[in-house]
């Protein structure tokens, strides 16, 4: 157990609807981080959050949006859905969030939300 | 942005026997992390090692090392005397350590490993 927890384990859902998905990084981390991961890709960077604050932000589409809340906890909203949305839903989290510092930082991920978008 | 490139989709090995997954990737920087992840089919993403760049000794844990080739930008991993419970995909996965905003990750399109009994 990473200590990410993630939930929904599972969402399905049609074309056009709105999701949230929802993610709780380890004790004590500041950063959580989303990825998408489809069937024929690897794990694509979405955006990352740092105690609060968006740090970076990858190949994430405007009709998807990301907070972090002051407990630190992050939701992932994914709106106007379309069926290339499907895909797996990876949060991660780590101690800081800075690059630089933390020498020893890793990234320890949830279990993934499946979303299945119809 | 940094890339990397696994170019091994599939490998296969026989129990007991040894495997190398490839990674490749391309930076301008000097310092920087590079990572194995590991994920079974439960999904799990589980970090399998970690090297830094600025060290020369190849990282080991257990059955598992790597071959570090920084001036190659070269990043393998060995398992040896495999076990079943290895077959999964494989992540490399590369991290700046120069300072800056973000803390960015960059993985490739993993390998994902059979083990034949």
């Known amino acids: 157990d990473s200590g990410v927890t993630q939930t929904p384990k599972h969402l399905i859902t049609a074309t056009g609807q709105r999701v949230t998905l929802r993610c709780s990084p380890r004790?004590?981390?500041?950063?959580v981080y989303w990825y998408q991961q489809s069937l024929d890709q690897g794990l694509q960077f979405l955006i990352q959050?740092?105690?609060?604050?968006?740090?970076a932000k990858g190949n994430i589409l405007e009709r998807f949006s990301a907070q972090q809340f002051p407990d630190l906890h992050s939701e992932l909203n994914l709106s106007s859905l379309e069926l290339g949305d499907s895909a797996l839903y990876f949060c991660?989290?780590?101690?800081?969030?800075?690059?630089?510092?933390?020498?020893?930082?890793?990234?320890?991920f949830g279990s993934g939300t499946q979303l299945s978008v119809l | 942005a940094q890339t990397v490139t696994q170019s091994q989709p599939e490998m296969s090995v026989q129990e007991a026997e040894t495997v190398t997954l490839s990674c490749t990737y391309d930076?301008?920087?000097?310092?920087?992390?590079l990572f194995w992840y590991k994920q079974p089919p439960s999904r799990q993403m589980i970090l399998v090692i970690r090297?830094?760049?600025?060290?020369?000794q190849n990282a080991t844990e257990n059955r598992f090392s790597v071959n570090f080739q920084k001036a190659a930008k070269s990043f393998s991993l060995k398992i040896s005397d495999s076990q079943l419970g290895d077959a999964a995909m494989y992540f490399c996965?590369?991290?700046?350590?120069?300072?800056?905003?973000?803390?960015?990750?960059?993985f490739g399109t993993g390998t994902s490993l059979t083990v034949i009994p």
């Open positions: 930076t301008s920087e000097s310092d920087y992390y």
């Open positions: 996965a590369y991290r700046s350590a120069a300072r800056g905003t973000g803390n960015q990750f960059y």
């Open positions: 004790s004590g981390d500041l950063s």
């Open positions: 959050y740092y105690n609060g604050e968006e740090r």
């Open positions: 090297q830094e760049a600025y060290k020369q």
């Open positions: 991660a989290s780590s101690v800081g969030g800075v690059q630089g510092t933390g020498k020893d930082e890793k990234l320890f």
